[in-house]
């Protein structure tokens, strides 16, 4: 029976060697296809984005929050985020209270708080 | 009642025989190989300890050593690499002998899991990086080369071509697609290549800076690059349909992966099935790996895992990760021969070509910022990385149709 073992194992140094170049050779020839698309892509999509944005540069008026891109409200909010967070001195975080000592007040007294009820015998 | 009790005596005695003798840590002393389970377990433990401890890729590692540790318990019959010996499943006698990880490997022979997860993969990937500046698909590719250098030097060490490609994958520091092709390729050796893989990704912050700095002048990798272009909605969502159409019609073989990764990114990217997209980023992704984890943890019974061809892996595998890391970066050297100086690429970023997403671009990140504080790469590394996902899917397809 022919297996994937048997098939293998009769390849050559050559033959290895014949592979490892097509492969490569390969993957930069898909990926470079794939950037000769996106290129086409950009081409077209930036070229049409040149036409559009003309109308809201001339009227001049203040970009809403709606018509920002998700991207630049994400953008926006983690740098406030960063520089706000960078205001506050970094915490130690370590605890250095050792021991509590709680000294009486008769303001969170519970005795004061039950009903006094006579003592019946 | 005495003797009732006592005439039953050498009954008695026979049943807490058998109990005992079916009690699994017998199995330590009376199987020849007893001590090989023991050593394996101990393994699991110190991977359990790197998962938990030090959160080395704490998803998968921690999963994939639980499941090494279940299979390795003698007795507990969850695993039997009989029924896929050969590389192929043995249905005949699946059913009676069949334990629960033996059902739940079904995902990972068949080819289901890495799939399943590149769904999840490719929803919470932005591809915009990418799309601005596509040029970055060629250090995706670059980075590829150590996948097939790794292969020759696999074979060199005496490993057969389709365990060689196996091995190589490696290099792609792509977890799912080490898993599919090396299923496909050569099961017997999923385990250590499944490990090997996840630790070196978990050693992406130690094992890429040396060789950033050492391949790098102060002067390049203070070279600040120019700000992406935005990219428009409809890119974002015809990016995904056209590269799965490319893809699946040049290399049939990398279609399962390559369809999946850009199933899940146009998901995301339409926004109008956003439960399907979070589905696939949470519970769906959550579920496979672990069974994924579990049963990759599985194969690496003690026979499969202790012998000297796994420590050949583990060595191989840390070579795989330098030279991809390597060959990114000398080739946006290369290219910065030919670009005018606004356009000229931090060499940094050439090192997040070896997928590892997002790890590799943010050692990229941290690198830059250690020579200039305010050179932000993360975007621009960004690229080559998500990249390297594709490079290293279409590099498995590819060892596929010719070893497969």
């Known amino acids: 029976m022919i297996t994937l073992a048997n098939v293998n194992a009769a390849w050559t140094w050559s033959e290895m060697l014949w592979v490892a170049l097509i492969s490569i050779c390969l993957v930069f020839t898909v990926l470079v296809l794939l950037i000769g698309v996106m290129k086409l892509f950009g081409f077209l999509f930036t070229a049409k984005q040149a036409k559009t944005p003309a109308t809201t540069l001339a009227t001049n008026t203040p970009i809403t929050q709606g018509q920002l891109h998700e991207d630049e409200v994400a953008a926006i909010i983690t740098a406030l985020r960063l520089y706000t967070s960078a205001l506050h001195d970094r915490e130690s975080e370590i605890l250095t209270i050792h021991n509590i000592k709680r000294a009486y007040s008769p303001w969170n007294s519970k005795i004061h708080g039950l009903t006094q009820m006579p003592n019946r015998k | ?8 005596a050498e009954f008695v005695l026979g049943s807490l025989e058998t109990f005992v003798e079916s009690m699994g840590f017998t199995g330590f002393f009376t ?17 359990l300890y790197l998962a938990i401890k030090h959160k080395f890729e704490p998803l998968l590692l921690f999963t994939i050593a639980f499941g090494m540790l279940l299979t390795n318990l003698p007795g507990a019959d969850m695993y039997h690499t009989e029924l896929f ?56 590719a670059a980075a590829q080369i150590g996948i097939f250098a790794t292969f020759l030097g696999a074979f060199a060490l005496g490993f057969a071509p389709n365990e060689a490609g196996s091995i190589g994958i490696i290099g792609g520091a792509d977890g799912p697609t080490a898993i599919y092709l090396t299923s496909k390729l050569a099961p017997e050796l999923l385990g250590p290549i499944a490990v090997a893989a996840y630790s070196y990704m978990a050693l992406v912050p130690v094992i890429q800076p040396p060789i950033m700095r050492a391949l790098t002048s102060k002067k390049e990798r203070l070279i600040r690059m120019r700000t992406l272009r935005p990219v ?95 060959g990114g970066i000398l080739l946006a050297k290369l290219m910065n021969l030919f670009c005018k100086e606004e356009n000229k690429i931090n060499p940094l970023i050439g090192s997040a070509g070896v997928s590892a997403v997002p790890m590799a671009a943010r050692v990229s990140q941290t690198v830059g910022q250690e020579e200039d504080p305010g050179n932000f790469l993360l975007m621009h590394a960004m690229g080559p990385n998500v990249a390297g996902v594709v490079g290293s899917a279409v590099a498995a397809g590819i060892l596929l149709s010719f070893l497969g």
């Not at chain 2, 009642?1 to 039953?8: A, D, G, K």
């Not at chain 2, 919470?124 to 596509?134: E, K, V």
């Open chain 2, 232 to 326: 428009s909605k409809q890119e974002r969502i015809l990016f995904p349909i056209v590269i799965a159409v490319i893809i699946a019609l040049l290399l049939p073989s990398a279609a399962p992966l390559i369809g999946c990764l850009m199933l899940g990114n146009l998901m995301k990217e339409c926004g109008v099935v956003d439960r399907l997209s979070k589905t696939v980023q949470n519970e769906l992704m959550n579920i496979v790996v672990i069974f994924l984890g579990l049963t990759v943890g599985a194969t690496a019974t003690a026979d499969a895992f202790l012998n000297f061809r796994t420590l050949g892996i583990l060595a191989l595998g840390v070579v795989a990760f330098a030279m991809g890391s390597a």
């Open chain 2, 85 to 140: 010996a050969g590389g192929h499943v043995h249905w005949d006698s699946f059913v009676g002998t069949a334990g629960l990880l033996d059902y739940l490997y079904l995902g990972v022979k068949l080819g289901i899991y890495p799939c399943l997860i590149f769904v999840g993969v490719g929803a919470m990937t932005d591809f915009g990086p990418l799309i601005a500046n596509p040029k970055s698909f060629l250090l995706g």
């Open chain 2, 1 to 8: 009642m005495w003797t009732l009790l006592t005439s039953n």
């Open chain 2, 31 to 47: 199987a020849p190989d007893g001590w090989k389970s023991v050593a394996m377990i101990g393994v699991a433990f110190l991977l």
